[in-house]
Nanobody, 121 residues
Framework: QVQLVESGGGSAQPGGSLALSCAVS????????LGWYRQDPGKQRDLVAV???????NYGNSYKGRFTLSRADADNTAYLQMDRLKPEDTAVYYC???????????????WGQGTQVTVSS
């Protein structure tokens, strides 16, 4: 079993900052990828940022230069620093992990419970 625990989020004014974190625990053989997606009502989940083993980080186009994803491998945690927030960043943000319980095994996808981010004045 693999569990994802999210924290952070909340409300901020435009131009402000928020931070999210996601800790992965359980039967982790290989953590292939760890990152964040966002979802607006009635729409699919879109990539915000993802860290792909061993050291590749990809960002959605709307977040490059504003958001920073870092990853602490020692405790399988990802941190998303969100700066220069815009009202259009408002959404539910979901942590996503691609994990195999066996070392270098076939990975499965896991999702966190979601956390609300609201940007408004």
């Amino acid at each position: 079993q693999v569990q994802l625990v999210e924290s952070g989020g909340g409300s901020a004014q435009p131009g402000g900052s928020l931070a999210l974190s996601c800790a992965v625990s359980g039967s982790i053989g290989t953590l292939y990828a760890l990152g964040w997606y966002r979802q607006d009502p009635g729409k699919q989940r879109d990539l915000v940022a993802v860290s792909i083993w061993p050291n590749v980080t990809n960002y959605g186009n709307s977040y490059k230069g504003r958001f920073t994803l870092s990853r602490a491998d020692a405790d399988n945690t990802a941190y998303l620093q969100m700066d220069r927030l815009k009202p259009e960043d408002t959404a539910v943000y979901y942590c996503h992990a691609k994990v195999s319980e066996q070392l270098w095994g076939r990975p499965d996808n896991y999702w966190g419970q979601g956390t609300q981010v609201t940007v408004s004045s």
